[in-house]
Structure formats: C-alpha cells, structure tokens
C-alpha cells in the first residue's frame, strides 16, 4: 500500500469551502481535463455514509468507470470517500477541513494499492497522483482566491 498526502490552505472560511467539496459534481472543476473526469450519477447526490457516485475517467487514454463510496460523513470537518470499482486495488481518501490562519487547511491523505504493485506504482501512478493534486492545487486557489478587501495594501 502507498501513501499520498498534500495541504492546502484556502483564504476563504470553512462554511464556505466545505460546501464546494459536500457536492460531488464540483469534482470535475478541479480535476484535469486530460482525466476527461464525468459524474455519472444523477443530480442530486445526497452525501451521507453509504452514498454511491458513478464517474468515468481516462488513465492514460484508457476509459475506466469508477464508483465510490462515502463511508464516513462529518460536516464541515471531515469526509471519507472508498472505491468500491476502478483502477485500483484500494483507495481510501480521507479530506479534512480546519478553520485555520483567517481560512481553511485543507488536508488530504489518501492510502493507495494500484494495480501492477510498486513497479506500476514508480513508473506511473505516483507521478499521476501528483500530477492531479497539483492541478486540484492550482484549481482550488482560483476558485477562493483572497476576498477583495484583503487584497487591498493596508494605509
């Protein structure tokens, strides 16, 4: 099993942010566009444990379905997402929110078995994983960038 983990802190309130992330369909606004990422469920997908979602991805140009489930579901603290069917063996993603600095830290530990074990894992996954967290990354700080008025130098 493999680890991935990577924080952020978002100039914007909990109240605000853990919304953004409460609905499924605003996955695809910060996930890169060559994973070709579409929701398969439909509209409107209640989060709570036992909450099944349907997506379809490209790894590598190879079409995959993939469903998860919400196993654990604590707003505005915390949410935890399992696959169930999809690339990997296992995949256990665990986002944390903490109202921290003025915002939020927005915490991401994910625990990760891919097919093909560690070779597969050296070679491609690992630098995909990160690949798409950087993107999420840059994505997320353009949807909540600083509020206006704290953007303005100080007199």
């Not at 489930?69 to 999809?86: K, M």
Request: proline letters at 10%.
């Amino acid at each position: 099993m493999f680890h991935f983990e990577d924080e952020l802190w978002l100039p914007r309130g909990r109240n605000e942010v853990f919304p953004f992330f409460a609905d499924a369909r605003n996955l695809s606004e910060i996930t890169p566009p060559w994973v070709q990422f579409q929701v398969l469920t439909p509209a409107p997908i209640v989060m709570q444990p036992g909450a099944l979602i349907d997506y379809r991805i490209r790894v590598h140009g190879l079409p995959i379905r993939w469903r998860t489930e919400i196993t654990e579901w604590d707003p505005p603290h915390r949410f935890v997402d399992v696959q169930l069917r999809g690339p990997y063996t296992l995949w256990h993603h665990t986002h944390m929110f903490d109202e921290k600095g003025g915002g939020t830290l927005c915490i991401d530990k994910v625990n990760y078995r891919p097919r093909g074990g560690a070779i597969i894992n050296r070679l491609f996954v690992r630098k995909d994983v990160q690949r798409i967290f950087a993107y999420r990354r840059k994505r997320l700080l353009e949807l909540f960038p600083a509020p206006i008025n704290e953007m303005r130098p100080a007199v």
